[in-house]
T-cell receptor, first 111, second 113 residues
Framework: GQQVMQIPQYQHVQEGEDFTTYCNSS?????IQWYKQRPGGHPVFLIQ?????EVKKQKRLTFQFGEAKKNSSLHITATQTTDVGTYFC???????????FGTGTRLQVTL | NAGVTQTPKFQVLKTGQSMTLQCAQD?????MYWYRQDPGMGLRLIYY???????DKGEVPNGYNVSRLNKREFSLRLESAAPSQTSVYFC????????????FGNGTRLTVT
């Protein structure tokens, strides 16, 4: 079955440093979504990428979809303590009806 | 506008007991999902319902059953709970399939002793 892996599993940064998480799928994806889950909370949708090579920005967050549509990345510039949480990528898992989540990257930011 | 509502928030069961997790959405979404989340394992799909009247197995369906009661409600049943089912369970909904974002409930933290 489809597998979606993310690296790193965990990253600890000082506030102000940059952060990047990478997502790799075993199959080509029609789209990829990113979610953020705060500690003790539920996943919250951030963005969806559809086109090959697409780049989207949300303030300090930059999302990229690979040319082959099998990988994606999320880059945060100048992290803040409010960025703490686990970031998941997710893509259609075999059918158009179900979403397979990556393993997640947990980000810890300290002052 | 409540979004996706899950009940209960917490539950402790003994091995062999049964229970039903309830989920309701008020966004008129067609698709609904049940995921479980375990440390280091991310979110794993248990069952989903692409539209009212249909249900399908996800990655980890063993030990669970679901019912799509109507367009709003999608319940998850554990017939005979096992310690391996200790987890956080999330219900989610989307307008239609994976082309639309998932909206998650607040989760149910289940412990099976």
């Amino acid at each position: 079955g489809q597998q979606v892996m993310q690296i790193p599993q965990y990253q600890h940064v000082q506030e102000g440093e940059d952060f990047t998480t990478y997502c790799n799928s075993s199959t080509t994806l029609s789209n990829i979504q990113w979610y953020k889950q705060r500690p003790g909370g539920h996943p919250v949708f951030l963005i969806q990428l559809v086109k090959s090579g697409e780049v989207k920005k949300q303030k300090r967050l930059t999302f990229q979809f690979g040319e082959a549509k099998k990988n994606s990345s999320l880059h945060i510039t100048a992290t803040q303590t409010t960025d703490v949480g686990t970031y998941f990528c997710a893509g259609p898992g075999g059918t158009a009806s179900k979403l397979t989540f990556g393993t997640g990257t947990r980000l810890q930011v300290t002052l | 506008n409540a979004g996706v509502t899950q009940t209960p928030k917490f539950q402790v069961l003994k091995t062999g007991q049964s229970m039903t997790l309830q989920c309701a959405q008020d966004m008129n979404h067609n698709s609904m999902y049940w995921y479980r989340q375990d440390p280091g394992m991310g979110l794993r799909l248990i069952y989903y319902s692409a539209s009212e009247g249909t249900t399908d197995k996800g990655e980890v369906p063993n030990g669970y059953n679901v019912s799509r009661l109507n367009k709003r409600e999608f319940s998850l049943r554990l017939e005979s709970a096992a310690p391996s089912q200790t987890s956080v369970y999330f219900c989610a909904s989307s307008e239609l399939g994976t082309s639309a974002p998932l909206h998650f409930g607040n989760g149910t933290r289940l412990t099976v002793t």
